[in-house]
């Protein structure tokens, strides 16, 4: 009962702990298209 439990709240803590980090390099990739953007004109 424990494990599975345990098993569920692992998978929401590993998504909650790889979304911010993906969501993070999604903007950094959106300011150095900016960044380039704004070189360009």
Known sequence: MR????SPLYVVV???L???Y?????????ILL???SLHDI
């Not at 993906?22 to 950094?28: A, E, G, K």
Request: charged share 10%.
């Open 3 to 6: 494990k599975y439990l345990s």
């Open 34 to 36: 900016l960044n380039l």
């Open 18 to 20: 790889l979304f911010p």
């Open 14 to 16: 590993r998504f909650f």
């Open 22 to 30: 993906q969501l993070v390099s999604l903007i950094n990739f959106f």
